[in-house]
């Protein structure tokens, strides 16, 4: 993968988003509506291995060289879990996503960086309507959001699979040209970028969320989210 510059960092400035002209706000849940320091995420991968352990009677290395491999050869560990060995994704994800989330409270500079957003926003989730709205919850935003399309409304296909891009676009009736999607997973952005959406990525330190991070489809580039809702709160800058 290319390196990120400074040079590009500036050329992919999300303060150069013109946000009069949007009028949908995509957002990605985890790694993308809190950072991925705040190590949410490991929480549900640790229950991932833990069910596989269980189900499967691996030692602990053996359950998460699986998970792995899963994740990356079928985008989601339950995707690979389920044309594999048929696993039931209710069960699966029931499982993994019932973690503790009593460390976490109201953010009211997310809350107000959202709020200062125009137009509706959108959850778009590889995760479950439960889990998110769990999130939500907890960081005192679930109201800003329309709706959470999860990978039960997919058909359990992750992103990046185009088909439940256009049956998201479907659903919540967004129009395209006037979107932008937030992402932590860079090549998530390309279907985004090829229906007609502006596309922001929020970096990150793992190969496979960089992955696609330097493709042309990768139209802004913010530290996290609270970068970019501060960068976009000041208006386009040419």
């Known amino acids: 993968m290319t390196e990120i510059t400074d040079l590009m960092l ?58 792995n491999r899963l994740f990356l050869e079928y985008g989601t560990t339950i995707n690979g879990l389920s044309s594999e060995y048929a696993v039931d994704p209710e069960d699966f994800l029931s499982y993994v996503h019932d973690i503790d989330l009593s460390d976490l409270s109201y953010d009211e500079e997310l809350d107000l960086g959202i709020t200062a957003l125009p137009g509706k926003k959108y959850i778009y989730t590889n995760g479950t309507v439960l889990h998110a709205r769990r999130i939500l919850e907890a960081f005192g935003i679930e109201h800003h959001f329309e709706l959470i399309f999860d990978i039960f409304a997919s058909n359990h296909l992750p992103k990046p699979a185009m088909r439940p891009y256009k049956d998201f676009l479907k659903k919540s009736k967004v129009d395209p040209k006037k979107a932008v999607m937030i992402e932590d997973m860079a090549c998530n952005l390309q279907p985004a970028a090829e229906l007609g959406m502006k596309t922001v990525w929020l970096m990150a330190d793992h190969s496979w969320a960089k992955k696609g991070a330097t493709e042309p489809y990768v139209h802004f580039i913010a530290k996290d989210l609270k970068q970019f809702l501060l960068g976009v709160k000041q208006g386009p800058i040419y």
């Open 10 to 67: 500036k050329e992919k400035d999300p303060g150069k988003l013109d946000v009069s002209k949007i009028s949908a706000w995509v957002f990605d849940l985890d790694n993308t509506i809190y950072p991925a320091h705040q190590s949410l995420f490991p929480r549900v991968a640790s229950r991932m291995i833990e069910w596989i352990e269980t189900n499967f009677n691996l030692d602990r290395k053996n359950a998460e060289e699986l998970k």
